[in-house]
């Protein structure tokens, strides 16, 4: 059997293209709906920000998701009777890939995503009727308290305490690594209301209402020179007893049911592949030896690889969607998803900075930020490529270590 190299493989396509599917008329169809939507519907500024990795600010986003409540189009993963839109698979997976290609900012996914499945699978009917109307309509800004210091990756060992008090609870605590809780209104929070048994069986799982005395959000800056996460200090919150989801001490199962949305939707194929396309752009603009980067084999050998790590990694996306529109929850699969996803992407941004070479540096965090005038060094694009570099470095880390998936499949699915 003949064994292929890197170089057969890109052979196959156009210098300036990644693999595509092959898709059925009424496939193409819908694709050619979504294409056009996003080209009507996303503005050139967010188009720009979202295609070079400059910073998108809360509104950016809002926007666009309120364009997409008005289509019927926030929440494609939902079951139709609460807004979900019914599609197949397929057309869930075209419309990621569209809305990439096409510049449109990721639907934050704290909200749609993350609490919404466990708030259908496990919260009463009262907070179903309340909150997932609220966020198809991007009503409320959701961030999600897990870690802390000392309970990331062991999150069975959180120390955030919540005692019952009547007909609410007083919480106390920190929860670090808090994504966007700057915005946030509203977070879904682990907290331990009892110290019986193991650890995992102590932990409930409540939503906090994040404008109210005793909470206080303080920005972590990090290597990139943004604000993204935040320490979120809890010192005597009240947070009413219909504000638990689900069971007293049940929390560690809805967590991981969570977790596992959340590893799927890491996964981002539609992304990598727009982010492949750039750095195709760039490498066939920046010259290496007098002849542009694209033509240098080493190079190409590179960008090979990644593109055959996302074509294995969007079929194993397609069987999971596949599953889940039977009824199917999240299984190992997404811990496959969410390792190799990050791989993927952290792939790609090393070989940006690869391809920008010396315009890589300086390094000026302040030029992400909204109202930078200076002139940048180098192509215009050249600024965002270290800061999108330094930002995805975390990538292996959030949604449960690339370490910690590891474990996981090993227990699961072969046994250890």
Same mark, same amino acid.
Request: glycine content about 8%; aromatic content about 10%.
């Given at each position: ?51 070079? =990795? ?47 290609? =096409? ?48 309970? =990331? ?36 929070? %682990? ?67 969570? %977790? ?157």
């Amino acid at each position: 059997m003949a064994v292929w190299g890197s170089l057969d493989y890109l052979r196959l396509f156009k210098e300036s293209e990644v693999m595509d599917l092959i898709l059925k008329p009424e496939e193409e169809k819908f694709r050619d709906e979504v294409r056009a939507f996003v080209a009507e519907n996303i503005t050139e500024d967010i188009r720009k920000k979202t295609m070079t =990795g400059f910073r998108l600010d809360k509104e950016d986003h809002e926007s666009w998701q309120k364009k997409l409540y008005e289509k019927g189009w926030m929440a494609p993963g939902w079951p139709v009777e609460y807004g979900g839109t019914g599609w197949s698979p397929m057309q869930k997976h075209i419309f990621e890939e569209e809305c990439a290609a =096409g510049g449109a900012p990721p639907v934050i996914a704290f909200g749609v995503t993350m609490v919404a499945p466990v708030i259908m699978a496990f919260g009463s009917d009262k907070q179903k009727e309340y909150y997932l109307p609220r966020i198809l309509k991007s009503e409320d800004w959701w961030c999600q308290g897990y870690s802390e210091p000392g309970s =990331g990756s062991d999150l069975a060992s959180l120390r955030t305490k919540a005692v019952l008090n009547g007909d609410h609870y007083i919480v106390n605590g920190q929860k670090t690594w808090t994504s966007l809780a700057q915005h946030a209104n509203l977070m879904f929070c %682990l907290v331990r209301t009892s110290d019986e048994g193991k650890r995992q069986e102590g932990i409930s799982f409540l939503l906090v209402d994040m404008n109210q005395p005793g909470v206080t959000v303080q920005p972590i800056k990090t290597i990139d020179g943004s604000t993204e996460v935040n320490n979120v200090f809890l010192e005597d919150v009240k947070v009413p007893v219909e504000n638990r989801v689900g069971e007293e001490n049940k929390g560690w199962t809805y967590a991981k049911y969570l %977790l596992g949305h959340e590893r799927t939707s890491i996964a981002a194929v539609g992304r990598s592949k727009a982010q492949i396309k750039r750095l195709k752009t760039i490498a066939s603009a920046e010259e290496h030896n007098g002849t542009a980067l694209i033509h240098d084999q080493a190079f190409r050998e590179k960008i090979a690889d990644i593109e055959i790590d996302l074509l294995a990694l969007e079929s194993l996306v397609l069987r999971v969607l596949s599953d889940e529109s039977a009824g199917k929850g999240p299984g190992p699969e997404a811990s496959f998803l969410k390792i190799k996803g990050t791989e993927v992407q952290q792939g790609i941004t090393e070989l940006l900075i690869e391809a920008i070479g010396n315009y890589a540096h300086p390094f000026i965090p302040e030029s992400m930020d909204k109202g930078w005038n200076e002139e940048p060094i180098g192509p215009e694009y050249a600024s965002s490529i270290a800061p999108h570099y330094f930002n995805w470095r975390k990538a292996s880390i959030y949604g449960g270590s690339n370490e910690i998936q590891k474990n996981i499949i090993a227990k699961a699915v072969l046994g250890f």
